[in-house]
């Protein structure tokens, strides 16, 4: 098995390509070690010192670590990781846990509004960012604004705040007049 690393747009953040599917559908976020149970592939590699976040997307491991990690110490034990974890033949999430669509449902008189935001960001936003190794997902949207929700690469990117505001926000204006802003949420 070879696993290929690809850098992202933060530097915190590697992503991992194992050269198979790691999740079939959706994506999952894990942004601390509390949160891995149920995630055999996530546990492993937090078991890494030094590593901060896991994102598992289709065919992709994003890894985030501390500030005080060197890559060119923590890279070589996650590429165990990855692969002891595909050697065991163990799913990337157990049980009923279904990855996530990613996008919060909406109810309410905005309805057509939200599914045009969600459209652009599943057709225009969301594959250029997996690239990067991270995912974009809609929150909400009240009065103008669309709320989105950064995980895995994207989360905590220096140049987030460009993407969001001349990228993403751009083009919800240019389609979708109701749109007048787009903020990130936190976790």
């Not at 995630?39 to 890494?48: C, E």
Request: with cysteine; aromatic share 6%; glycine share 10%.
């Amino acid at each position: 098995m070879f696993i290929q690393t690809e850098s992202t747009p933060n530097p915190a953040t590697l992503k991992f390509l194992p050269g198979q599917t790691v999740l079939e559908a959706g994506t999952a976020d894990f942004p601390s070690a509390d949160t891995a149970g149920k995630s055999p592939l996530a546990s492993r590699i937090f078991a890494v010192e030094g590593v901060t976040g896991v994102f598992l997307g289709n065919d992709f491991v994003t890894v985030t670590k501390s500030d005080a990690t060197e890559w060119d110490h923590v890279k070589p034990a996650i590429l165990g990781a990855v692969m002891e974890h595909f050697q065991s033949g163990q799913p990337a999430l157990e049980g009923d846990s279904n990855a996530s669509g990613g996008h919060a449902e909406h109810t309410g008189e905005d309805g057509a509004i939200v599914d045009q935001i969600k459209e652009l960001l599943d057709t225009r936003v969301r594959p250029a960012v997996a690239q990067d190794g991270g995912d974009i997902t809609f929150h909400g949207f009240e009065r103008g604004v669309v709320y989105l929700h950064m995980q895995g690469a994207c989360a905590g990117c220096p140049s987030s705040t460009l993407t969001l505001k001349m990228g993403i926000e751009n083009l919800l204006r240019h389609y979708i007049p109701e749109v007048v802003e787009v903020r990130p949420v936190a976790a």
